[in-house]
């Protein structure tokens, strides 16, 4: 049956469809109004009432995680990926926007960043060795990482980098000389890598 008719879908039987053409083009349009592709503005319309956190609100969040379980850490980045895959983060807040799909994105990175994260299995400088190093800190240090079996220290908290990580993926302290960057290795046991 065609769209066009003579009675244009208004029809009140003269045309001898007996009604049926204007049930036929009520039922087109119904099926043309569920094909429509929704306007940007209603998906920002459906997030809303969905409650889809902003990127601003999910940057917030991220600074709550970033306090609870640190910076860089395994667990760090396991709540993000929880939060996230709960519903409880827009995706542009981790991985930025203009992706396709953005969840996607981040879940994969979230997942890279958890093989080269932080574990908390080290040594750690105990309050009074940290006070000791505060005050000799310098301005214009040596590079050295503390490497424990291989893998990069953190000296506050004792949690190591994955042996083998990238070394932009590892911890680096730019602001001890050599004498007391030795001095930490030895209270901890470790062993100092100079770089430059």
């Not at 920002?44 to 709550?64: F, W």
């Not at 009074?128 to 505060?134: I, N, R, S, Y």
Request: hydrophobic letters at 40%; a positive charge; glycine letters at 12%.
């Amino acid at each position: 049956m065609s769209d066009k008719h003579a009675c244009g879908g208004n029809c009140d039987g003269s045309c001898g469809c007996g009604g049926k053409q204007a049930a036929r083009l009520a039922e087109l349009r119904q099926m043309r109004l569920a094909k429509k592709v929704p306007s940007r503005l209603a998906e920002l319309r459906q997030m809303r009432l969905a409650k889809v956190p902003s990127k601003s609100e999910s940057m917030g969040k991220l600074n709550e995680l970033r306090k609870k379980h640190g910076n860089g850490t395994k667990a760090y980045y396991a709540a993000v990926l929880k939060e996230l895959n709960a519903g409880n983060m827009a995706p542009a807040a981790v991985v930025g926007g203009g992706y396709k799909d953005g969840k996607k994105v981040a879940i994969k990175w979230l997942e890279e960043q958890m093989k080269n994260a932080k574990t908390a299995s080290g040594p750690k400088l105990d309050k009074d060795q940290l006070a000791e190093v505060k005050g000799e800190m310098v301005q214009n240090g040596v590079p050295v990482r503390f490497m424990r079996n291989g893998a990069s220290l953190d000296i506050v908290t004792g949690e190591t980098v994955k042996k083998g990580a990238n070394v932009m993926h590892q911890i680096v302290y730019w602001s001890f000389t050599k004498a007391t960057a030795n001095k930490i290795a030895k209270w901890l046991g470790v062993k100092a890598a100079f770089s430059g």
